[in-house]
């Protein structure tokens, strides 16, 4: 098997505590990692995620990142046309250092790939909250989304214009041959899981139905979708409509949208599909591709920018959701403006029940989006609860669809035999990098 690219992503808080040239040593010598990338900007999610504590850091046991700082000098200058600044980390221990520099200077120097991610949210979200909620998504009663912590809308031009800059500003200053992102995009308001009054007959097992229905507690209704979606030609009255009685639906209870109750009864409890629910209520399948045409834009602004700033950079998306299309991800539409996408299914750490049938079916999926002219990186869990054994099946697996990479998730919380295993594993389906 030929592959380009073993790829490694780090986080500043490592490289302060363990040194980027003793991780790049761990790396190389047991993974055969030729990539390096730093995630640049990072929104508060403790760190180990997936365990209570680090095994092979000696500063600390576990961290607790601020929310969405930006760990490399910014050029304020790129950001002069929207209200939303880089923030910096206020830690002692982080701050003033440009820590992706770190990361290439060492990369360079191994003679690795070097990259950036920007995580899921790339503008501190309790700062918005508080200074521009007009920015925030909004549910279709007008309600912020997810309250405790909200969530931008690209649709906004201050957001749009931050997020495109974002890109430009770190491809334009630093010396990174790819830049990734795991952004989030629309709300997809979750699964709506099962109908209010059910018996053990009932065909509630519906998970892309459950999730159709959720799309409309999700966004967004703000003001600027609504100018966007108008000015495109799109019908916000019918999806106003439309959306707004699905949401009734997926919320009914006995005591709530009694109106609804029975429709949301017999729509989760029965085996009608989801090509039903477009059929019935043609807002919804608007809103969609309102969503996709959104999400497409913002990708092409990104696209062009990121490669004005550097000819062959190598834009690529991070896959982390299980219904891409339900938050405005269209692969086969962002397939002109992508150069790769990785797919970041952790099924090791999950104890592969399934044997990779969802992480086969996702990258083919995506496969199936971008073509052969873009690069598929598939990522794979070096975690906690994922085993040697499960390593091994993965990349035998992985070894027969036809990736161009491979990315570890994540070293910081890795267990050392688990790196070893990723060794053992590529050699032993003679994994070769061209
Ligand atoms: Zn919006």
Redesign the pocket.
């Known amino acids: 098997m030929f592959i380009s690219e073993i790829a490694a992503s780090l986080y500043p808080w490592d490289l302060a505590d363990e040194g980027m040239s003793h991780i790049a040593d761990e790396l190389i010598s047991r993974c055969k990692v030729n990539s390096l990338y730093l995630v640049g900007v990072m929104h508060f999610e403790k760190r180990p995620l997936t365990s209570l504590f680090y095994t092979h850091n000696k500063a600390r046991k576990y961290y607790l990142p601020e929310n969405s700082r930006v760990y490399y000098k910014a050029d304020e200058a790129n950001f002069k046309n929207t209200k939303l600044k880089p923030r910096y980390s206020e830690r002692e221990f982080l701050k003033g250092k440009d820590w992706l520099d770190i990361l290439t200077r060492e990369g360079r120097a191994r003679g690795t790939k070097t990259g950036i991610e920007l995580s899921h949210t790339i503008f501190d979200t309790d700062v918005a909250r508080n200074e521009h909620p007009e920015m925030l ?2 549910n279709v009663l007008g309600n912020l989304i997810n309250d405790t912590q909200g969530l931008l ?1 690209s ?2 031009p201050d957001v749009h214009e931050y997020q495109r800059a974002m890109f430009y500003d770190v491809v334009k200053n630093h010396d990174v041959d790819f830049i990734q992102t795991c952004l989030l995009t629309f709300s997809q308001g979750g699964s709506v899981k099962a109908p209010w009054f059910y018996d053990t007959w009932m065909d509630i097992n519906k998970a892309n139905l459950a999730h159709l229905l959720g799309v409309a507690l999700g ?4 003001d ?2 609504k100018a966007k979606a108008k000015g495109w030609g799109f019908d916000w009255e019918l999806i106003l409509r439309d959306m707004t009685t699905l949401h009734k639906i997926a919320l009914a209870s006995a005591y709530r949208y009694q109106d609804y109750l029975m429709e949301n009864n017999l729509t989760l409890g029965s085996n009608v599909t989801e090509s039903m629910l477009l059929f019935e209520y043609p807002g919804l399948a608007e809103f969609l591709k309102f969503r996709i045409k959104s999400i497409t834009e913002l990708f092409k602004d990104i696209y062009k920018s990121v490669h004005e700033a550097k000819d062959d950079i190598d834009f690529r998306y991070n896959n982390h959701v299980r219904f891409p299309e339900y938050s405005g991800i269209s692969f086969k539409d962002i397939a002109p403006y992508v150069d790769s996408i990785r797919d970041s299914d952790y099924t090791e750490q999950t104890g592969a029940k399934d044997d990779f049938f969802y992480k086969r079916n996702t990258l083919l999926k995506i496969r199936r989006g971008i073509g052969f002219d873009k690069r598929l990186i598939a990522a794979l869990a070096v975690r906690p609860n994922a085993t040697p054994e499960l390593i091994r099946r993965s990349i035998a697996v992985v070894g027969e669809l036809g990736v161009d990479g491979l990315s570890l998730g994540h070293y910081d919380c890795s267990h050392i035999e688990h790196l070893d295993a990723f060794r053992e594993a590529i050699e032993a389906i003679n994994v070769q990098l061209v």
């Open positions: 998504q909004r809308c649709n906004h966004g967004c209704f703000c600027s979708c």
